[in-house]
């Protein structure tokens, strides 16, 4: 492969020929330096990358929002889900680059990153909002040491998150029995919301988990529900079916016959709706429809959001559901492994963190419970 330099102004360039496209050598050309020296440098530097991965890229000047650019399409929107990478996207374009996205790659240091997730942290970035930004650019900045090779030393290595402990925490939204009582009073048998809602309160579920749960999906007579789907939302309105949050996601739920009972009147409730509205009936599978048919989707629940808190002075959302059926199990006693499998988590610790202050309360009453052994004990001996 032929190459060379030459100066234009006070600056030298190196070029070299790539392959044919359409019949024609590509070539590429580059600043060098401001020596012939430098850019004989700069292009033996160029042709090795070349020759070794068959793509090039130029590190001497690319900025940290092109090579972000790059890692999003090469890696991102070839290994993760529509969802990760719509949530990556939004990270990446409203958050990592406007602080320091037009800094070139090799400019950044392991401070220039520390003082990025200092900065979020004290603007009051949720913890696990941040854990997600340090989890991108630890990613990237690695892959930009290998595969990509732009970098020698990645500064990323050592990064930090900053420490959360002396900041109160946020409790999670739960509900009370009257609460949910009188939301399901306002969306009785026949609204659009009760199916989901009462899956939810049952099994601990996701709201993408409950909107693509379809009938195969439900077992009567074994008294389950498989998630193996969700429903993913696409935009300009156009859903469709994605996998599971996580390997443990999938998962088959035991369910009571209260919640059995209630999706077979729910299934008669579609079947006499499809009679009703004939060839207007929106034939779906989906176990979450509203009357035609038609399936209810995550928009769908951020309306029913809105009307609790508006309408009732509920501080909810869907995702409250899920805290409430765990937080039931725990103050019942239930194995908080079993909690662990049902609400599909990778870890027992993500449980243990995610409800630490109901299982703070377990702990204490179980050390009440041996001050009560003790205490029997000892009237045993003095009677």
Same mark, same amino acid.
């Given at each position: 492969?032929?190459?060379?330099?030459?100066?234009?102004?006070?600056?030298?360039?190196?070029?070299?020929?790539?392959?044919?496209?359409?019949?024609?050598?590509?070539?590429?050309?580059? @600043?060098?330096?401001?020596?012939?020296?430098?850019?004989? #440098?700069?292009?033996?530097?160029?042709?090795?990358?070349?020759?070794?991965?068959?793509?090039?890229?130029?590190?001497?000047? =690319?900025?940290?929002? +092109?090579?972000?650019?790059?890692?999003? @399409?090469?890696?991102?929107?070839?290994?993760?889900?529509?969802?990760?990478?719509?949530?990556?996207?939004?990270?990446?374009?409203?958050?990592?680059?406007?602080?320091?996205?037009?800094?070139?790659?090799?400019?950044?240091?392991?401070?220039? *990153?520390?003082?990025?997730?200092?900065?979020?942290?004290?603007?009051?970035?949720?913890?696990?909002?941040?854990?997600?930004?340090?989890?991108?650019?630890?990613?990237?900045?690695?892959?930009?040491?290998?595969?990509?090779?732009? *970098?020698?030393?990645?500064?990323?290595?050592?990064?930090?998150?900053?420490?959360? +402990?002396?900041?109160?925490?946020?409790?999670?939204?739960?509900?009370?029995?009257?609460?949910?009582?009188?939301?399901?009073?306002?969306?009785?048998?026949? /609204?659009?919301?009760?199916?989901?809602?009462?899956?939810?309160?049952?099994? %601990? &579920?996701?709201?993408?988990?409950?909107?693509?749960?379809?009938?195969?999906? $439900?077992?009567?007579?074994?008294? /389950? $529900?498989?998630?193996?789907?969700?429903?993913?939302?696409?935009?300009?309105?156009?859903?469709?079916? %994605?996998?599971?949050?996580?390997?443990?996601?999938?998962?088959?739920?035991?369910? %009571?016959?209260?919640?059995?009972?209630?999706?077979?009147?729910?299934?008669?409730?579609?079947? #006499?709706?499809?009679?009703?509205?004939?060839?207007?009936?929106?034939?779906?599978?989906?176990?979450?429809?509203?009357?035609?048919?038609?399936?209810?989707? &995550?928009?769908?629940?951020?309306?029913?959001?809105?009307?609790?808190? *508006?309408?009732?002075?509920?501080?909810?959302?869907?995702?409250?559901?899920?805290?409430?059926?765990?937080?039931?199990?725990?103050?019942?006693?239930?194995?908080?492994?079993?909690?662990?499998?049902?609400?599909?988590?990778?870890?027992?610790?993500?449980?243990?963190?995610?409800? /630490?202050?109901?299982?703070?309360? =377990? /702990?204490?009453?179980?050390?009440?419970?041996?001050?009560?052994?003790?205490?029997?004990?000892?009237?045993?001996?003095?009677?």
């Amino acid at each position: 492969m032929e190459g060379g330099v030459r100066k234009r102004g006070n600056t030298w360039y190196y070029y070299f020929e790539a392959g044919k496209v359409d019949g024609k050598r590509k070539k590429i050309e580059r @600043k060098g330096g401001n020596t012939k020296k430098e850019a004989l #440098e700069s292009l033996r530097n160029a042709l090795n990358e070349f020759n070794n991965t068959g793509s090039f890229l130029d590190e001497t000047s =690319m900025s940290v929002s +092109d090579y972000l650019d790059y890692w999003y @399409k090469e890696y991102v929107m070839i290994n993760c889900k529509y969802n990760t990478q719509q949530f990556y996207k939004q990270c990446i374009d409203n958050h990592i680059k406007p602080y320091f996205g037009m800094y070139k790659l090799k400019q950044i240091t392991t401070a220039s *990153l520390q003082e990025f997730m200092n900065y979020k942290f004290i603007n009051g970035t949720a913890k696990h909002t941040l854990k997600n930004y340090l989890g991108i650019i630890t990613k990237s900045f690695r892959m930009s040491v290998y595969p990509y090779k732009l *970098l020698k030393v990645d500064p990323s290595e050592h990064l930090q998150m900053p420490k959360y +402990d002396n900041i109160k925490r946020e409790e999670f939204k739960t509900l009370s029995i009257e609460d949910y009582n009188r939301i399901i009073t306002r969306f009785p048998l026949g /609204s659009s919301f009760y199916i989901p809602l009462q899956i939810a309160f049952h099994t %601990g &579920m996701r709201a993408a988990e409950v909107c693509g749960l379809t009938w195969d999906c $439900i077992d009567i007579i074994n008294k /389950s $529900i498989t998630i193996e789907k969700i429903l993913v939302y696409k935009g300009r309105g156009v859903f469709d079916f %994605g996998t599971p949050k996580t390997q443990s996601s999938y998962r088959t739920l035991n369910i %009571g016959d209260t919640l059995v009972d209630i999706l077979k009147h729910h299934k008669q409730w579609q079947e #006499e709706n499809k009679k009703a509205y004939g060839i207007h009936y929106i034939n779906t599978d989906f176990v979450c429809t509203k009357e035609n048919g038609e399936n209810v989707t &995550m928009n769908s629940i951020k309306y029913l959001s809105r009307i609790v808190n *508006l309408e009732l002075g509920i501080d909810f959302n869907f995702h409250a559901l899920r805290h409430t059926h765990a937080t039931m199990l725990l103050e019942s006693n239930a194995h908080i492994k079993d909690i662990q499998r049902r609400l599909g988590h990778s870890r027992l610790s993500t449980t243990m963190d995610i409800y /630490s202050h109901v299982t703070k309360q =377990m /702990s204490d009453n179980t050390v009440d419970i041996f001050e009560n052994i003790i205490k029997q004990g000892d009237n045993r001996i003095d009677g």
